[in-house]
């Protein structure tokens, strides 16, 4: 229920009416729960429309956002927080991505309380996270336009009907144009209350780039990339112990294992077709492993590669928060099946090739 307490009643009761036999019985009292929520969001929203709609709609971006690409589980949450640091750019936090109506309002409304909160591990890598943390935008994105993967998380029964927004591709164009409003209206809200260039990451953006291109003809990007077994053994344990607790009905583990290597597949059919479009220099690929042997010094080339400003006064702030941080053991987890090994090896085979993986027997 954790992804749906944004939304506004109009859409809750749309997305209800079309997954309604997608429920377990056993999650009525959630949705009633869920029902409230929703009709107390959709007041606030309207306040928060009366005071900031006008605002919001004169707001100018008048500088492209800086976007971090990668599969699930490569380590684009880790690059965000570490980038976050630099104090040139602001990006979405963990309320204001569960809460994109309301955030303008509500959040210093709530702060005291929020800030009282202890700070909360997330179950597939124990990552300490607090509400001010950065986000993916892909969760506001959900909420807002209803037009997301995120929402195959909750109806599992129609995954495959959500899963048409991970490209953008299959929609009809007044699909994609809605579903561009809504992401940019998200932006524009940010960029009223930060007066920033925007930080963003979201793994459904690499499979987008073509879309956000359009959109932001000059933007950056930082794509990150990870061998692609641990990638998969770690987006396994991500369903295992997150998208299975957020789900509304009970999931096939086998069907999801499917949806993960065939996801994967798709997204990097189209990164690496997109990718073409980008402009030169404006586009710098890194290793996931070359990352946490030495993250002063990846991340310094993406500075130089991308020639962004700032890295004087940002490298001592990453130096510092570094030097702080206790040293982080990773889940360890079982061998792939030689059934979804041999399928991952076709699957995924370009993607080994593009980044010098070795494919195992």
């Given at each position: 229920?954790?992804l749906?307490?944004?939304?506004?009643?109009?859409?809750?009761?749309?997305?209800?009416?079309?997954?309604?036999?997608?429920?377990?019985?056993?999650?009525?009292?959630?949705i009633?729960?869920?029902?409230?929520?929703?009709?107390?969001?959709?007041?606030l929203?309207?306040?928060?429309?009366?005071?900031?709609?006008?605002?919001?709609?004169?707001?100018?971006?008048?500088?492209?956002?800086?976007?971090?690409?990668?599969?699930?589980?490569?380590?684009?949450?880790?690059?965000?927080?570490?980038?976050?640091?630099?104090p040139?750019?602001?990006?979405?936090?963990?309320?204001?991505?569960?809460n994109?109506?309301?955030?303008?309002?509500?959040?210093?409304?709530l702060?005291?309380?929020?800030?009282?909160?202890?700070?909360?591990?997330?179950?597939?890598?124990?990552?300490?996270?607090?509400?001010?943390?950065?986000?993916?935008?892909?969760?506001?994105?959900?909420?807002?336009?209803?037009?997301?993967?995120?929402?195959?998380?909750?109806?599992?029964?129609?995954?495959?009907?959500?899963?048409?927004?991970?490209?953008?591709?299959?929609?009809?164009?007044?699909?994609?144009?809605?579903?561009?409003?809504?992401?940019?209206?998200?932006?524009?809200?940010?960029?009223?209350?930060?007066?920033?260039?925007?930080?963003?990451?979201?793994?459904?953006?690499?499979?987008?780039?073509?879309?956000?291109?359009?959109?932001?003809?000059?933007?950056?990007?930082?794509?990150?990339?990870?061998?692609?077994?641990?990638?998969?053994?770690?987006?396994?344990?991500?369903?295992?112990?997150?998208?299975?607790?957020?789900?509304?009905?009970?999931?096939?583990?086998?069907?999801?294992?499917?949806?993960?290597?065939?996801?994967?597949?798709?997204?990097?059919?189209?990164?690496?077709?997109?990718?073409?479009?980008?402009?030169?220099?404006h586009?710098?690929?890194?290793?996931?492993?070359?990352?946490?042997?030495?993250?002063?010094?990846?991340?310094?080339?993406?500075?130089?590669?991308?020639?962004?400003?700032?890295?004087?006064?940002?490298?001592?702030?990453?130096?510092?928060?570094?030097?702080?941080?206790?040293?982080?053991?990773?889940?360890?987890?079982?061998?792939?099946?030689?059934?979804?090994?041999?399928?991952?090896?076709?699957?995924?085979?370009?993607?080994?090739?593009?980044?010098?993986?070795?494919?195992?027997?």
């Amino acid at each position: 229920m954790e992804l749906l307490i944004g939304l506004n009643a109009s859409d809750w009761f749309s997305l209800f009416r079309k997954n309604i036999f997608g429920i377990s019985p056993n999650n009525w009292p959630a949705i009633l729960k869920l029902t409230l929520i929703t009709l107390r969001n959709s007041s606030l929203m309207k306040k928060e429309i009366r005071q900031y709609g006008q605002q919001i709609e004169q707001t100018e971006i008048k500088e492209a956002p800086l976007f971090i690409l990668g599969h699930w589980r490569s380590g684009t949450t880790l690059l965000h927080r570490l980038m976050s640091l630099d104090p040139q750019f602001a990006y979405p936090n963990m309320f204001e991505v569960y809460n994109p109506w309301t955030f303008l309002t509500m959040e210093p409304v709530l702060e005291k309380q929020l800030q009282n909160l202890p700070p909360e591990k997330r179950p597939m890598d124990n990552m300490v996270m607090t509400y001010k943390d950065p986000a993916e935008d892909e969760f506001a994105i959900s909420l807002l336009s209803s037009k997301s993967p995120i929402l195959g998380w909750a109806f599992p029964k129609h995954e495959q009907y959500f899963d048409r927004y991970l490209t953008l591709h299959n929609l009809t164009e007044a699909e994609r144009q809605e579903w561009k409003r809504f992401f940019v209206y998200f932006l524009k809200k940010l960029t009223l209350k930060y007066q920033k260039p925007l930080l963003l990451k979201s793994p459904h953006h690499t499979a987008r780039v073509k879309t956000l291109l359009e959109i932001f003809p000059d933007a950056k990007f930082i794509h990150i990339h990870r061998n692609p077994y641990q990638i998969f053994r770690s987006t396994v344990n991500l369903y295992k112990n997150t998208v299975a607790s957020l789900s509304l009905s009970k999931r096939n583990m086998e069907k999801d294992i499917e949806g993960i290597i065939n996801r994967y597949r798709v997204m990097y059919d189209f990164f690496f077709e997109e990718r073409k479009g980008i402009k030169p220099n404006h586009l710098i690929d890194i290793a996931f492993e070359e990352l946490e042997s030495d993250f002063e010094k990846e991340i310094g080339k993406i500075y130089s590669s991308l020639n962004l400003a700032g890295w004087d006064t940002y490298k001592p702030l990453l130096h510092n928060y570094l030097q702080k941080q206790p040293e982080y053991k990773k889940n360890k987890y079982p061998p792939i099946e030689k059934r979804w090994k041999e399928k991952i090896n076709r699957y995924w085979e370009r993607a080994f090739k593009e980044w010098g993986y070795p494919i195992e027997e």
